[in-house]
């Protein structure tokens, strides 16, 4: 995306979000942190961003107005396999979904999708739209096909769609659309991304997921993309998800 600076200055994070570096979410933890400096001094929250100023996170030169304003956009869905890490930090040592990639800009994660899961994962250099799909208040849909290591009943589907309380949380999930598609297999599609979120609503029933795979997010679907492998959002695709997204 492009940062207007006609219109004066812009805040750290919008800057950070918008040259790919990570999410506002993210650039806001790593201000309060300290990591942060501009023209050498350390960020707040406050800051902003003026042309002709340097970045720098940890030390290393993040990239100045130029490479803002001539960056192309992109968004970008993978097939992520079980193993691989959405979180760009280094705390986990596993390859990361940017690693996998290996994009020619960088690119970082719409959301998360937990190291034993797979399926489908976005990754973008546009804050913006990171920011509308990751807001809980928007009721984005996300589907997933899960299997269990019992037989599915009916009463674990009606109490699946209702809501389950999970302790550890503290919170009952909303209402959601379960269907059966085998004696171990079910599909569910979520409006909400609560930490291993379908993990615990399972073993809140007893069941143990045994496979996870995430096959759509809104109207962007896995299909037939191959594990470890990425492609380009369609125009068609990017369109319908704007509309989607400017209509909430």
């Given at each position: 995306?492009?940062?207007?600076f006609?219109?004066?200055?812009v805040?750290?994070?919008?800057?950070?979000?918008?040259?790919?570096?990570?999410?506002?979410r993210?650039?806001?933890?790593l201000?309060?942190?300290g990591?942060?400096?501009?023209?050498?001094?350390?960020?707040?929250?406050?800051?902003k961003?003026?042309?002709?100023?340097?970045?720098?996170?940890?030390?290393?030169?993040?990239?100045?107005?130029?490479?803002?304003?001539?960056?192309?956009?992109?968004?970008?869905?993978?097939?992520?396999?079980?193993?691989?890490?959405?979180?760009?930090?280094?705390?986990?040592?596993?390859e990361?979904?940017?690693?996998l990639?290996?994009?020619p800009?960088?690119?970082y994660?719409?959301?998360?999708?937990?190291?034993?899961?797979?399926?489908?994962?976005?990754l973008t250099?546009?804050?913006?739209?990171?920011?509308?799909?990751?807001?809980?208040?928007?009721?984005?849909?996300k589907?997933y096909?899960?299997?269990?290591d019992?037989?599915?009943t009916?009463?674990?589907?009606?109490?699946?769609?209702?809501g389950v309380?999970?302790?550890?949380?503290?919170?009952?999930?909303?209402?959601?659309?379960?269907?059966?598609k085998g004696?171990?297999?079910?599909?569910?599609?979520l409006?909400?991304?609560?930490?291993?979120?379908?993990?615990r609503m399972c073993?809140?029933?007893?069941?143990h997921?045994?496979?996870?795979k995430r096959?759509r997010?809104?109207?962007i679907?896995?299909?037939?993309?191959?594990?470890?492998t990425?492609r380009?959002?369609?125009?068609?695709?990017?369109?319908?998800?704007?509309?989607?997204?400017h209509?909430?």
């Open positions: 995306m492009q940062v207007d006609e219109s004066g200055p805040r750290i994070n919008k800057f950070l979000s918008a040259v790919g570096y990570c999410s506002r993210e650039a806001d933890r201000i309060e942190g990591r942060v400096r501009v023209n050498g001094t350390v960020a707040e929250l406050g800051t961003v003026e042309v002709g100023q340097s970045v720098t996170v940890d030390g290393r030169t993040v990239g100045g107005v130029a490479k803002m304003q001539h960056m192309k956009p992109a968004l970008i869905a993978m097939n992520k396999p079980v193993g691989i890490v959405c979180a760009t930090t280094e705390n986990d040592r596993a990361t979904v940017v690693e990639a290996q994009y800009t960088r690119v994660p719409i959301g998360r999708l937990d190291k034993d899961s797979e399926g489908l994962i976005l250099n546009q804050g913006d739209i990171v920011n509308e799909i990751l807001k809980a208040s928007n009721l984005h849909e589907e096909l899960v299997e269990v019992r037989i599915i009916e009463g674990f589907v009606a109490k699946m769609r209702e309380f999970l302790p550890e949380l503290e919170v009952t999930t909303r209402p959601c659309k379960v269907e059966i004696k171990r297999v079910f599909s569910i599609t409006t909400q991304g609560l930490n291993r979120q379908i993990r073993k809140e029933c007893g069941y997921v045994t496979s996870l096959v997010i809104m109207n679907r896995l299909g037939n993309l191959k594990s470890g990425w380009n959002v369609t125009p068609e695709e990017l369109k319908t998800l704007k509309e989607s997204l209509a909430d």
